[in-house]
């Protein structure tokens, strides 16, 4: 909430990374050959966690081997900044991209929704208020 506040300190990566994750939901969407594969990864993965926990490396790793498999060849890639020594490190590498994962199903959420990119955009203080009152 605080990136989207016009009070907060603003992190125009943040808001770099919401674009990019929004129009490779787009590309995602219209192509049904990435959506059936990337259902029958997902599947397998819920096979896995009988036996792993959500956080379990194991689970982290096939979450980012989605990401980079299925949805990254989708689009532009997505450039993450931080410190390079962390970003070498393939566990580091293997959140990162299950983040991504977590953040196209969350553009897939808004858009199911009726949300849409410009309303992300123009509508923060509105979307502020909401993010206040649910917590």
């Given at each position: 909430m605080?990136?989207?506040?016009p009070e907060g300190e603003k992190d125009v990566e943040l808001v770099k990374y919401v674009g990019?994750?929004?129009?490779?939901?787009?590309?995602l969407s219209a192509n049904p050959k990435a959506l059936d594969e990337l259902a029958n990864r997902l599947k397998q993965v819920?096979?896995?966690?009988l036996?792993?926990?959500?956080?379990?490396?194991?689970?982290?790793?096939?979450?980012?081997d989605i990401y980079s498999q299925v949805l990254s060849p989708l689009g532009q890639k997505i450039q993450v900044f931080g410190q390079p020594d962390l970003?070498?490190?393939?566990?580091?590498q293997h959140k990162i991209r299950a983040l991504l994962l977590a953040g196209i199903r969350s553009a897939v959420l808004w858009r199911?929704?009726?949300?849409?990119?410009?309303?992300?955009f123009f509508g923060k203080k509105k979307i502020i208020e909401i993010a206040k009152n649910s917590i």
């Open positions: 605080q990136q989207l506040s990019s994750l929004m129009q490779l939901e787009r590309a819920e096979r896995q966690l036996h792993f926990d959500i956080c379990d490396s194991t689970i982290v790793a096939a979450f980012a970003l070498k490190q393939p566990s580091y199911q929704l009726g949300g849409k990119r410009r309303q992300f």
